[in-house]
């Protein structure tokens, strides 16, 4: 048969192809804003003839139905990123969090240590030579298409047609199931005044010709709108998103002065509103490859002056932090930070950055802490930190003692939590010769 029979024998209805689903599977969807909503849905209406299913994946931006107290019985979240959505479930030990770097990913699923019985897609209707693309994620979703027993792909006139390592050719997919629907957005974030401060700070220590990576929300908005004046920056990250819109269009990002890719700014997942799901529409500056290859220490290590720029929760007076938890509980996820800083380290003239406000709730607490509370997980160890920046300044700690590492960190600080730190830490300090 011709790839047009192929694939017209494989299209059925989201119901017929969700009988493929059998008690005991784990299902794994497409990454954040490509989740596949008409398969799921179907597959939602199916909870009480299912059991012990396992929904697999990362960071979800949408709904999350199945992680609610009605399909709890029937549907169990197993997560390496916790979203608002997910989190409850979570926290409550409903579900279970995989501690994983971001890059080693798609080995588990390879390796049969994250499940994949059934990987449910979306993608784009197929072209002239029977390739459907897998538009706004890359990272895995290759990965759960070989691996699962049975792949189900959602085609939606609305996936935009990304460039990069997104082609499956339709004899790879069992099922196709034919409904357009918006997809899932992610509002823009507005700045607020510490953000901005923050990204002045840190605006400062990026160069002409650097390459850039980050991620979404107030800072790193923040961030861009102090970079309108360098030249020739370029993009390694993991996620693209409207903030780098407006630099693009004015060619203040233009990848001339790469070190590999060229004038090509990589990611491996997209997710912002309808304006940028078209920007990167059939755009061939954007070039999307799996996880496995944009996370790679050793590929983000051969673009010279990479600048990795990652947030915290907390720092504590070593330089130890925590991205992912809130004490003992489970927040967010391990995500690429530690991918890009160790990426960033290993780069010629490489900066790896760590941010946070000094302050939550209203300047009540202190987000640098003499130490960190018994039980919090460390997501980057203090060995792997060379900048930590607040909105009052820059702490530059590479290859610096621990009391110097504090003294450092304390400047940084919010100047009313500056007296106490130093009192913590003189405490702590004298224990360590004990």
């Known amino acids: ?45 199916r909870k009480n003839e299912l059991e012990n299913i396992e929904i697999w994946g990362g960071l979800n931006v949408g709904d999350a139905a199945y992680a609610q107290p009605e399909y709890e019985d029937t549907f169990k979240v197993v997560t390496f990123f916790v979203g ?12 279970e969090f995989v501690p994983i770097h ?11 240590r994250a499940r994949c019985d059934v990987a449910m897609i979306t993608c784009t209707p197929p072209d002239e030579n029977g390739y459907v693309n897998m538009g706004l994620s890359c990272d895995q979703t290759r990965v759960i298409v070989e691996k699962s027993r049975v792949s189900i792909a959602q085609v939606n006139k609305n996936v935009p047609y990304v460039c990069g390592d997104t082609l499956i050719h339709v004899s790879e997919i069992d099922y196709f199931v034919e409904h357009d629907e918006d997809l899932y957005e992610i509002p823009l974030i507005e700045s607020d ?11 400062g220590l990026i160069q002409d010709g650097d390459t850039l990576q980050m991620g979404q929300g107030k800072i790193p908005n923040a961030i861009l709108k102090f970079l309108v004046d360098k ?61 496995d290859y ?8 051969q673009n ?34 530690l991918d890009f800083l160790r990426g960033a380290e290993q780069s010629k003239n490489g900066r790896p950055i760590i941010t946070l406000p000094s302050t939550a709730k209203n300047g009540t607490i202190s987000k640098i802490v003499a130490g960190l509370k018994p039980g919090t997980p460390v997501t980057t160890t203090r060995q792997d930190v060379h900048y930590v920046v607040t909105e009052h300044g820059v702490a530059h700690l590479f290859g610096k003692p621990i009391r110097e590492r504090s003294k450092a960190l304390i400047d940084i600080a919010a100047p ?11 405490e702590y300090y004298k224990r360590m010769g004990e």
């Open 1 to 45: 048969m011709n790839w047009e029979e192929i694939y017209k024998s494989k299209v059925v209805t989201a119901d017929e192809a969700v009988k493929a689903v059998k008690s005991g599977d784990a299902i794994f969807p497409s990454h954040a804003a490509a989740e596949p909503k008409h398969i799921i849905k179907a597959l939602l209406n």
């Open 84 to 95: 608002k959505n997910t989190r409850r479930h979570i926290q409550k030990g409903f579900g």
């Open 102 to 112: 971001f890059y080693a990913q798609p080995r588990a699923i390879k390796e049969g």
């Open 193 to 203: 005044p510490i953000s901005e401060k923050i990204g002045q700070n840190i605006a």
């Open 231 to 291: 030249k020739n920056l370029g993009i390694h990250t993991e996620v693209f998103s409207d903030n780098l819109i407006p630099l693009v269009k004015s060619g203040v990002v233009n990848g001339s002065c790469k070190t590999i890719n060229r004038g090509k700014i990589i990611a491996t997942f997209i997710q912002g509103t309808k304006e940028l799901y078209s920007f990167v529409d059939k755009n061939n500056m954007i070039k999307l490859m799996p996880v």
């Open 294 to 301: 944009t996370n790679d220490v050793a590929v983000i290590a």
């Open 304 to 337: 010279d002056n990479m600048v990795a720029i990652n947030s915290a929760i907390e720092v504590d007076l070593m330089g130890q932090v925590v991205a992912d938890s809130i004490g003992h509980k489970i927040f967010s996820g391990v995500g690429g930070q």
């Open 416 to 426: 009313q939590f500056r007296a106490q730190l130093e009192k913590d830490f003189f």
